[in-house]
Structures are given as C-alpha cells and as structure tokens.
C-alpha cells in the first residue's frame, strides 16, 4: 500500500524535513520516491530505515556527484529520492552508517551550502537592479517614443520588483547568517 503526501518545505527546514520524513518511517510509512512537494510512501515495519537529507554540491547528473552516490550505495545506503541538488538518503536502521549523534560539521556544511545559494540570489538581484538602473539612464538621451519609453518603464518595473525581493527575503537571509554563526560557535564549543 502507498500512499503521497503533498508538503512544502523550504530549504533552510531541511532538518524539519528530514525530522518529519523519519517521523513517517517510525510510523511504518518508508519514504520510496520524492518528487517537488511530493513525498510517495509505502507501507512497512515501523522503523525499518532512517533517512537522511543531503545538499549536494553540484547537480546529481554530474560526474562528482554520481561518483559520491555510488560510493553511499557501496556502503548500503539508498537514493530515494532528488529534487534538483537534495538527495534523499536512507539506511537500514540495524546497520545504518549514518551518524546519530551531533552534527555539528554536517550542520554547519548543509548551512553553509545554504547559505552559498541565497548569497546567488541576492547576487542576481542586484545584478538586475543595477542593470535596469543603467538602462533607465542609457534611455534618457535618445528622443523619446513609445517604445523608449515602454523600456524605460519596463526597467524601473523589473528593478522595484527585485529590490521588493530583496526586502521580503531580507529576514531569511539574517536568519541563515545567524544559524551559519550558531553552527559555527556550535562546532567550536563541540571540539
């Protein structure tokens, strides 16, 4: 018996994500396929697997990444699942290689990982920001027409929608700087 669950997770709730998903494994529903807020179920003995989420580095395609995976299924333990750069790990729970106790290095690495990608992001709006702001001056010399002025309005559009993004997403980048700097002293006082 199967069953899906539609869910949404943000990527810096993976440790909810991964806490939910073993939730569900306790429960006796393992975790057999993963898909854009799409978990697939089936039904087993409570506590067969624990999961594990990984952030990998590049696209799972690559030859780096392929290579990591090979060598976690050399080691028993399975892909379940990817949705673009997160693989979805599991292990039986008698002999599972993964760590149970603190992470703080895993932590601090999938953070950072984290981090790396909302740090694209800002990048890109300023980018934008700026590209826009030079094309609304560049506009200003020619003689104005309709189609001038629709550039015109187009980039100071797109650029008080970026700058909108920039601000709405100001609070998640604080708060993963400050888990970022919470893993870190975390994993100094753990040494």
Known sequence: MTKTVRKIFFLWEYEKEEAWI??????????????????VFEKGT????????????KDTHSPESKSYLDFLKETGIEVVGECVNWVYLRCKTADCKFDPGSRPLYKLTHLLK?????????LIFMIVIALCIVGIFILEHPQPTPVIDFFKGFCVGISLASSVMMLLFAP?????????????KDLYTCS
């Open 172 to 184: 998640y980048f604080n708060s993963i700087n400050r888990k970022v700097k919470a893993a870190i």
């Open 46 to 57: 409570p506590g067969t697997y624990t999961y594990r989420l990984e952030l990998l580095e």
């Open 22 to 39: 073993n939730g569900m494994a306790k429960e006796g529903w393992m975790l057999i396929h993963t898909g854009f807020r799409k978990y």
């Open 114 to 122: 984290i981090q790396d990608f909302f740090n694209t992001i800002r």
